[in-house]
């Protein structure tokens, strides 16, 4: 089965960069067809898709965050990241790293969560 473990700082200070590491064990992050997903939680705005990045290394981002995240991996670690600059207090939330599995018919794809890391707090806080 497998689990993801995030990591980074709780703390990061207002106008600087996020650095989150999200490590993969059970599984690779190489293996056909999964994405690698970050995903935030704050009380104000809810449940927030950040970013993702595939199996093959291809990486999607929300259109409001894209200006200001980007994602990467190291597979030989079996890991990827977040990069979130310039960040404020609107940044604080929960942070998580999730896999997404797909399903599909005959004209259509459903990608769906089907693993999530525990999550990590982070505030921006001077």
């Known amino acids: 089965q497998v689990q993801l473990q995030e990591s980074g700082p709780g703390l990061v200070q207002p106008s600087q960069k996020l650095y989150l590491t999200c490590t993969v064990s059970?599984?690779?992050?190489?293996?056909?067809?999964?994405?690698w997903s970050w995903i935030r939680h704050s009380p104000g705005k809810g449940l927030e898709w950040m970013g993702a990045?595939?199996?093959?290394?291809?990486?999607f981002y929300s259109p409001s965050l894209k200006s200001r995240t980007a994602t990467s991996r190291d597979t030989s670690k079996n890991q990827f990241t977040l990069e979130l600059n310039s960040v404020t207090p609107e940044d604080t939330a929960v942070y998580y790293c999730?896999?997404?599995?797909?399903?599909?018919?005959?004209?259509?794809?459903?990608?769906?969560?089907?693993?999530w890391g525990q999550g990590t707090l982070v505030t921006v806080s001077l």
């Open positions: 059970g599984g690779s992050i190489t293996a056909h067809y999964y994405y």
């Open positions: 999730a896999r997404i599995s797909w399903t599909y018919g005959t004209s259509w794809y459903l990608g769906f969560i089907d693993s």
């Open positions: 990045i595939s199996y093959g290394g291809n990486t």
